[in-house]
């Protein structure tokens, strides 16, 4: 990245066909995640592409000089009036550790705030591999909630942050 990285850095909530191959992409490249979820993350790309506003997932997409590198996946909570979940938030391995997750982090939480949101709720896992994700969200004001223990394999507990954004 040049010294200001940030002049030729985009974002868009747009999702274009081409989004679910680049969602791959990204979700593959970090080595966090295994085919089922990987699938899992494209579906809900594929879904808001066939459904729209109705699939009730949101999208931003961080582009770097015209391409994809980083993008996030929310939505409203069923049956609630203003809590929103964060479903994905992925940077490809190649921009990682340059701030752009955090940027991304923080146009997600504005967006979800436009949309009268007034909470964000994420889930991680407590594998020692996700000891920096863990450690992202708290360095970006999340606080653990909940930790449910074996939830996801016995000893990967499922760990719960939220973040008030009124």
Known sequence: MNANPM?????????????????REIVTSTGFFNEAE????V??????LEKGESSGYEFLFLEFEGKTV???????????KSSFDLYWIATHADF?????GALLLKV???TIKQLKGSG?????????????????YEKNGYTLKAQFE????????????VKKIC
Do not use: W
């Not at 999702?15 to 191959?21: F, G, I, L």
């Not at 990682?96 to 752009?100: D, E």
């Open 150 to 161: 074996d939830y996801y394999d016995k000893g990967d507990d499922l760990v719960y942050y």
């Open 120 to 136: 964000v709720y994420v889930e991680t896992a407590s594998r020692a591999q996700y000891l920096p994700t863990r450690q992202f």
């Open 96 to 100: 990682r550790n340059r701030g752009l």
């Open 38 to 41: 990987i699938d899992v993350a």
């Open 108 to 110: 997600t939480e504005e």
């Open 70 to 80: 980083a993008y996030s996946c929310f939505g409203l909570i069923p049956c609630t």
């Open 7 to 23: 002049k030729d850095i985009t974002i868009r909530t747009e999702v274009k066909s081409t989004d679910p191959e680049c969602i």
């Open 43 to 48: 579906e809900l790309a594929e879904e808001r």
